[in-house]
């Protein structure tokens, strides 16, 4: 299996502009994870879909962040407008139920300047 | 509140010194503890996870306890490759659902040749 992929990779851009962020989780889990590392607060859990469905978004920092998972296999997470305190690095993560393990993707650098 | 601490944030060894890292939580009943390893610009692979206390897994160096308050990552005759970011994790019991993670800031490991 490919693992998770996410692109881009990296993304740089300015302030007001909208950002979105693409995930493809490992085929066959049917939990998705979006998350966000910065070095002051971590490792930190945007949102979560089962089945495609969002189940817990209480760590989504503002209305400027969304995120949509219309079919099994991808997901986004959108940022409208970007602000430079949102320059962080953010991992999708999938698992199955039944199965305690995430695993993650490489991540995208987001750069907001 | 749940809570993860770990310690040190960084620890500098020479090839060979065994050493321990620690992760102290505070959960309203605990799921599972998960131990993570994170590479420079990658994302976070899954080590271990542990449910009860007074268990212990293993892989090659590494060996991961539980007890009802923390963690430990025990490290024998650490190698250079074994470098890198130790991230320990907790999720609460939701009664089936999966919940979400909830990580520490963790332990950057440095062995020197």
């Known amino acids: 299996d490919a693992g998770v992929i996410q692109s881009p990779r990296h993304e740089v851009t300015e302030m007001g502009q909208e950002v979105t962020l693409r995930c493809k989780p490992i085929?066959?889990?049917?939990?998705l994870f979006w998350y966000r590392q910065t070095m002051m607060r971590g490792l930190e859990l945007l949102i979560y879909?089962?089945?495609?469905?969002?189940?817990?978004d209480s760590g989504m920092p503002e209305d400027r962040f969304s995120a949509k998972m219309p079919n099994a296999s991808f997901s986004t997470l959108k940022i409208q407008p970007s602000e430079p305190r949102d320059s962080a690095v953010y991992f999708c993560?999938?698992?199955?139920?039944?199965?305690?393990?995430?695993?993650f993707g490489p991540g995208t650098r987001l750069t907001v300047l | 509140e749940d809570q993860v601490t770990q310690s040190p944030e960084a620890l500098r060894l020479q090839e060979g010194e065994s050493s321990s890292l620690n992760c102290s939580y505070t959960?309203?009943?605990?799921?599972?503890l998960f131990w993570y390893r994170q590479d420079p610009g990658k994302g976070p692979e899954f080590l271990f996870t542990?449910?009860?206390a007074g268990e212990e897994k293993e892989k090659e160096r590494l060996k991961a306890t539980l007890t009802k308050k923390e963690s430990f990552l025990h490290i024998t005759a650490p190698k250079p490759e074994d470098s890198a970011t130790y991230l320990c994790?907790?999720?609460?019991?939701?009664?089936?659902?999966?919940?979400?993670?909830?990580f520490g800031k963790g332990t950057k490991l440095s062995v020197k040749p």
């Open positions: 993560a999938s698992s199955f139920y039944g199965a305690d393990t995430q695993y």
């Open positions: 085929s066959g889990h049917d939990y």
């Open positions: 879909f089962n089945n495609n469905v969002p189940i817990d």
């Open positions: 959960v309203s009943g605990l799921r599972g």
């Open positions: 542990l449910y009860s």
């Open positions: 994790a907790v999720r609460r019991n939701y009664g089936g659902s999966q919940g979400n993670l909830i």
